[in-house]
């Protein structure tokens, strides 16, 4: 039995029990969870050291449920042992009655109540006179502002206009010397087949279906619908093997928006109007021509492809 534990108290059952089944207090505290001060205060009998009531309470069931004994009932007698406890450590206070002289006599109140209720409306009344006063004057010396209300003008949003539909034939013009093949994609006809020298341009005819490019050096020709010029072709020197140049696809990509609003400055320079010597050089292609089968160079040295 537990020193300080008072013979029939739950704590004594309890510590009764776990020396029978030959227990450590510290093994009960890892199994249960409950601090092992608390498990000594309940075994001792120092229920001043336990924490509230429906904690200690709970404390005592789980304790006694690991033993193997009734933690309900023990759980209960324990809150009747705590709640005898504080009954008898309670000692009420001595009831003094009050003096009846010191109390102040029924009129003696009812003349206090009527001087402050005297204070306060006059107060209130000074108040509002006071107010009122300074209303008047604050009205006498305003002058009214006849200034018209300013108007506030709302610039409209600015919608971007869409891009206008280039028009005008479809020609190709070389900034340097380059090798390109233009014809229909379906490997029909051949409208040109040669080196395009510097400066000059092949322009395709109306009739054309679907013609497509061809050329290993894409940075040295430019694509145009009458005056506008397009992006480029191709990365330099990467084989293009089939560029549409059909007027549907053509005009898709030049009435196409830009991701950005500021165009980018490494193609800057795409975005410039063909140079004025180009447009007066006298085409190699002519339309006219093709139908006499005599469109183009037609010499062999012409003909031999671009290393």
Same mark, same amino acid.
């Given at each position: ?10 704590? =004594? ?196 279906? /679907? ?50 609003? =500021? ?36 010499? /062999? ?7």
């Amino acid at each position: 039995m537990s020193e300080g534990a008072e013979p029939g108290t739950v704590g =004594q059952q309890l510590a009764a029990e776990r020396a029978r089944q030959m227990l450590d207090l510290s093994d009960i505290a890892a199994r249960t969870r409950i601090p092992l001060r608390h498990l000594e205060a309940i075994e001792n009998g120092e229920h001043g050291a336990l924490p509230a009531l429906p904690y200690s309470a709970g404390f005592v069931k789980s304790y006694a449920n690991m033993l193997g004994l009734d933690g309900q009932a023990l759980s209960r007698t324990f809150r009747d042992q705590i709640g005898g406890e504080q009954r008898a450590y309670f000692e009420p206070e001595a009831y003094e009655p009050v003096d009846p002289s010191r109390v102040p006599s029924r009129l003696l109140a009812m003349i206090a109540l009527g001087v402050a209720l005297l204070i306060g409306m006059a107060y209130l009344l000074l108040r509002f006179e006071g107010d009122s006063s300074d209303l008047a004057k604050l009205a006498a010396d305003t002058v009214q502002d006849s200034r018209p209300i300013p108007v506030r003008s709302v610039t409209p949003a600015v919608v971007p206009a869409e891009p206008a539909i280039p028009t005008g034939p479809i020609s190709v013009v070389a900034n340097e010397d380059a090798w390109l093949k233009i014809s229909e994609r379906d490997g029909g006809k051949t409208y040109f087949m040669n080196v395009l020298v510097a400066g000059q341009n092949v322009i395709l005819p109306d009739d054309a279906v /679907d013609p497509i490019l061809r050329t290993g050096r894409p940075q040295s020709l430019k694509v145009l619908i009458g005056t506008t010029q397009l992006p480029p072709v191709g990365e330099p020197d990467r084989l293009v093997r089939d560029y549409s140049l059909k007027r549907e696809a053509l005009v898709a990509i030049a009435t196409a928006k830009p991701e950005a609003d =500021q165009p980018d400055a490494a193609n800057a320079s795409d975005a410039m109007p063909v140079p004025e010597a180009y447009r007066n050089v006298p085409p190699v292609y002519d339309p006219s021509a093709s139908r006499t089968g005599t469109a183009g160079p037609t010499t /062999d040295s012409d003909r031999r492809p671009q290393p």
